[in-house]
């Protein structure tokens, strides 16, 4: 009796997520527009396994419709979010991981952007983890000193550019665009705890020319096959923010470009609506353009995501800097988006579709366990 309501409950949430996301496609343009009835029922046969309810075609139209490539292998966002992503990674861990000041203590240094200073659970450390005390204006400064641009954001969880400040030195004082000074009573009202103040990169100019306003960054999606153990990339996305905007993502009106095998970007971006562009901050992408360092940016990301074995997909955000180094900004364990990939590159998981759809449906009781944590 107890193990049929407790999976009542976690069905009764399942259900709930892909009601929500249900509604969140009829923003998303084309979804209307339907493919042929013999690739809807394939694709229905292909996902029905993994859900009791019935799958929603919307999304498959709007994918082949962005990409005019047609497979049933979409998945559609619904079912990813309530039943493939809790199966392929350990909720119970994601915080913990995802946990950006815990970065350096994991990873060789030069990997990741430079921390200026840390805040985990109300206490200050410098870079080297060393406590500190931060009380005055004058404790800050000192340790702010040589540096003339700061990234202040939450450590845990700042998806979607949420609580992502930007100052800038002026007359020794740190500032941002909406007049903010960045002070110990600042970082308490804002950022509260768990948070981390960052040296602002400099980015390659190949990365530059498309925005110099925000730092645009390359999302690699990595799969931990159990197949193979090893760790191969899904895809590769150019975000891009628009003019104006120090943040590159979608929910702040920027673009995101496919990106080929070989480092060169498609013809085409899309937003977060689905719709396409030839043209980026009038740059045409009907030119050639390559990512620089795209082999090293890819086996960079594959040896951050062989360290994260609680988690089979992951979405790293990838930058290269003005000298060539590759740096890792954040590595995503949880609620990672899945629409950019397939309105720009096609099917989410490739070649390893029926892999991953077979690991989930063998795997399927730790949908449970991850609903009743």
Not at 60 to 77: F, G, H, Q, R, W
């Amino acid at each position: 009796m107890k193990k049929r309501l407790l999976r009542f409950l976690a069905n009764s949430r399942i259900k709930r997520i892909s009601k929500t996301y249900g509604k969140k496609i009829e923003g998303i343009q084309n979804s209307g527009q339907n493919v042929e009835k013999d690739l809807q029922e394939k694709h229905k046969k292909k996902w029905e396994s993994l859900s009791e309810y019935s799958i929603n075609v919307k999304w498959l139209n709007a994918y082949v419709a962005s990409t005019n490539i047609k497979s049933p292998d979409y998945v559609p966002e619904s079912l990813f979010y309530s039943v493939i992503e809790p199966i392929l990674n350990n909720r119970e861990l994601c915080l913990a991981y995802a946990d950006k000041n815990i970065y350096d203590l994991i990873f060789p240094e030069k990997i990741f952007p430079t921390t200026i200073l840390r805040n985990i659970n109300d206490t200050f450390l410098d870079s080297n983890y060393n406590i500190i005390s931060i009380k005055s204006d004058l404790d800050l400064e000192k340790v702010l000193n040589n540096y003339t641009k700061v990234i202040a954001k939450p450590a845990i969880d700042s998806g979607g550019g949420e609580n992502i400040y930007l100052f800038k030195k002026v007359e020794n004082v740190f500032t941002d665009g909406d007049g903010n000074i960045l002070n110990p009573s600042f970082l308490k009202n804002n950022l509260k705890n768990n948070f981390i103040i960052q040296d602002v990169l400099t980015q390659h100019q190949q990365l530059n020319k498309f925005n110099t306003t925000s730092v645009n960054t390359i999302r690699i999606l990595t799969w931990l096959s159990p197949v193979s153990n090893e760790v191969v990339v899904l895809h590769g996305i150019f975000r891009v923010g628009t003019k104006g905007q120090f943040l590159d993502n979608a929910r702040t009106g920027g673009y995101t470009i496919g990106i080929k095998s070989d480092g060169v970007l498609n013809k085409f971006a899309t937003n977060k609506f689905g719709a396409r562009f030839e043209e980026v901050n009038n740059i045409s992408l009907l030119e050639h353009h390559q990512i620089p360092f795209y082999s090293e940016i890819k086996n960079i990301a594959k040896e951050v995501s062989a360290k994260y074995p609680h988690f089979r997909i992951l979405g790293l955000d990838m930058t290269v800097d003005q000298s060539g180094n590759v740096q890792c900004i954040e590595v995503n364990n949880k609620g990672n988006g899945i629409n950019f990939y397939q309105l720009n590159n096609g099917t989410l998981f490739g070649e390893y579709t029926d892999e991953v759809l077979k690991y989930c449906v063998d795997n399927r009781s730790r949908l449970y366990d991850s609903y009743l944590l």
